[in-house]
């Protein structure tokens, strides 16, 4: 009779990488959703055509690397990452647009490190900080919003035109985002008292009324379905929490320095993709350090940055650069951020046995 | 003695390429290949001073002492390459500027130096020059290919100002493949060069694995030599 003996580690959690993939995706569906009803036919189109060359991308890749296509093409990894690209994009953005930064996203992003979880970058955002470098003027055409049956929507067949042989008039349909317009006028030396009002509300900025990719348009959806996913223990507070709080007291700081010439906590917090990248895009497990220390520094790295760029770079977002620049600072922050080894003390030395754990020697001049 | 020529060749183009196999020099390699004629341009430019060089080491190597040998040749390469710098700045006066920079730079360009030390101090003149123009044509090559990959990504032209480069009879190579491209930037900065050379490297070992199957199916013929390992 044999005995086996199976070997380390004996506990399994039930999560697998379909369930957690089917999860965040349930929670960012309302989110697009939303996005799709608000940008109209053309949005759904660019979010199909993203989508579809991310999965042909995988399957393509998988084939090529020899590894079983089936099983890594459904556990929704690829499609995750196609709908995160296509929340960051501009909701009209010509088909091209899509298929080339799913491409990107899962060749260049993904597959090239070796497929599923080795990845170095997250892949949709290096492809939306590629695709920003390359084609500066695709991506940055936002609209307001027009949904369904509001007039200016345009129908199905219309849809299809703009998506697949570009927009008519576009500068007709475009609109500055609100960060966009503030940096804007900021370069022109106008006040930040003259630039807002008129131009922003918190509220409408709240429930998504505003221009802007698919993923930023309702940080009030994102929020709930970033919670939601937080309940159901998909990811732990640190990543989003640091990365929200930073940008809160930086904000608040510079706010409270010079209100003129800073936008305060709530036009940050509340417009371009920072409620997306904090709960959907920086809690990548893959991506973000393994440390609960390790993650607090990644999310407040992540803050620094995305207030930086947004204040002083060249850019008016930057939630994307930001994760991206913390994604290749991950190795090194979990090199020297390491859990403590069990047993021993942070230094590595064995931990003092407690007095009254210790039994009383057996005899003298024993082992000493 | 012509296996030996043949040899030296088949190293500099292909077995043991600059670029793509010793991942040497890619500091120009990067820097100029935005357009296959620059890259041809710093490839010529700098297989002139590794012939050049390699000749000129090969025949001093036995005045050279080996304590002293890697500031001579250094002093060596670097009034080769001021006068290559000078050459080129008098008669393509405007490939000049847009290599500008990179042309002084062949001087510690590591396939230079080490092409010295590896062969030219060890071989005679005549081996020594096959070997520069080997590795140089190879570098060139290397060049060529990963200029015209990004020139084609990044802006959908070929060999665009050739002309500059080689006279006027050469209008011809300049192509334009999309007439209204919109360009695509990444690929004409440095990350693309770094991404292009990526998938060059990795298409280079896909043939080579490819043919290596095929040549050792052709040698046990029938014998499922597809399923065979590769000692790779």
Redesign the interface.
Known sequence: MSVHLPSAPHAHASDSVPRIMGLVLLAVAPATLYGIVLFGWPALNLFLVTILTCLLGEAVCLRLAGRAVRPFLLDGSALLTGVLLALSLPPWAPWWIGA?GGFFAIV?GKQ?FGGIGQNLFNPAMLARV?LL??????MTLWLEPRPPFSGAAPGFLEGLAITFGGIPDIDAVSGATILGHVRTELGMARELGQILPGHYGAGTAALGWTGGSLGETSDLLILIGGLWLLWRRVFTWHVPVALLATVLVLAAGFNWLNPERFAGPAVHLLSGGLMLGAFFIATDPVTSPTTKLGQLIFGAGCGVLVYVIRTWGGYPEGVAFAVVLMNAATPLIDHYVRPRIYGRTWRGQSRPVPERARRPPAGSGGTE | MSEDYRGIFADGLWRNNVAFVQILALCPLMAVTTTATNGLGMGLATTGVLLASNVVIAGCRDLISQEVRIPVFVLLIAALVSLADMAINAWLHELYKVLGLFIPLIVVNCSVLGRAEMFASKQPVLASAVDGLAMGLGYTAALMLLGGCREILGSATLFAHASLLLGDGFAFLETTLIPKY??????L?P?GGF?AL?FLLAGKRAAERRWERRAAGRGKVGTGAEQSPSTA
Do not use: C
Not at chain 1, 133 to 138: G, L
Not at chain 2, 182 to 187: I, N, S, V
């Open positions: 080339i260049v090239v590629a470098v390359s084609f500066p003027v695709e | 919109k360009g695509f930037l990444l690929m900065l990350p991404l990526g």
